[in-house]
């Protein structure tokens, strides 16, 4: 069956310090994968997806960057952060258009 | 205007009561997703339709393709159902609506 795996779970890290949140799928290959973020109080917003190694769509400007190295992994990263990255990050996949999303468990990201 | 409505925002019932929950679009969609997203964030899938109704446990989903329109009903309802539940459409990515909170007190 296949699974998602998303970590770590929390994280705080300091105003201008680098980011990397980590994403895999298992049991399943070329995986169509997202990033979403969760503001306070805000809903859901698609950040970047992928249908493919090396391929990633931005859905909105912003100070963050995603990479897919491999056809499972999809990386989630900023060189340096802001106030503003706080929020909840969710990894989601599916097998291709049109298919359900499957979401990983989260990550909370408090930025001091 | 955005391109996903859901209403109410804020919904509380007592245990046992049905719940409805709407869901309207006004873009042309093969699909719709209905979301549970616990109070500690993690989201579950409840269900994709594109046609009629679905049922699982206490939880029916219905669409409307003609008319733009989903509803989530909660048969029966616990405090376990509290969440927010989140529709959204489907096509190469998700389009949300903004949630629907709701509270179950026992």
């Known amino acids: 069956s296949q699974t998602i795996h998303q970590w770590p779970a929390t994280l705080v890290q300091p105003v201008g310090s680098p980011l990397s949140l980590e994403c895999t799928v298992e049991g399943t290959s070329n995986p169509n994968l997202y990033w979403y973020r969760q503001a306070a109080g805000r809903g859901l917003q698609l950040l970047f997806y992928?249908?493919?190694?090396?391929?990633i769509s931005s859905e909105v400007p912003q100070n963050l960057s995603a990479s897919r190295p491999q056809d499972r992994q999809f990386i989630l990263s900023s060189k340096k952060l802001l106030l503003s990255d706080s929020g909840f990050y969710l990894c989601a996949w599916n097998p291709g258009q049109n298919q359900p999303q499957h979401f990983g468990d989260g990550t909370r990201l408090s930025i001091l | 205007k955005n391109e996903v409505e859901q209403s109410p925002q804020n919904l509380t019932a007592q245990e046992g009561e049905f719940i409805t929950i709407n869901c309207s679009y006004s873009v042309g969609i093969s699909a719709l997703h209905w979301l549970q997203q616990h109070p500690g964030g993690g989201i579950v899938s409840l269900f994709m339709?594109?046609?009629g109704k679905k049922k699982h446990g206490r939880l029916i989903a219905t669409i409307n393709i003609q008319e733009k329109h989903s509803s989530l009903h909660i048969t029966a309802s616990h405090p376990r159902d509290s969440a927010v539940y989140i529709c959204?459409?489907?096509?190469?990515?998700?389009?949300f609506g903004g949630g629907t909170r709701v509270l179950v007190k026992p």
């Open positions: 339709l594109s046609s």
């Open positions: 959204a459409y489907l096509g190469n990515k998700l389009t």
């Open positions: 992928s249908v493919g190694i090396g391929q």
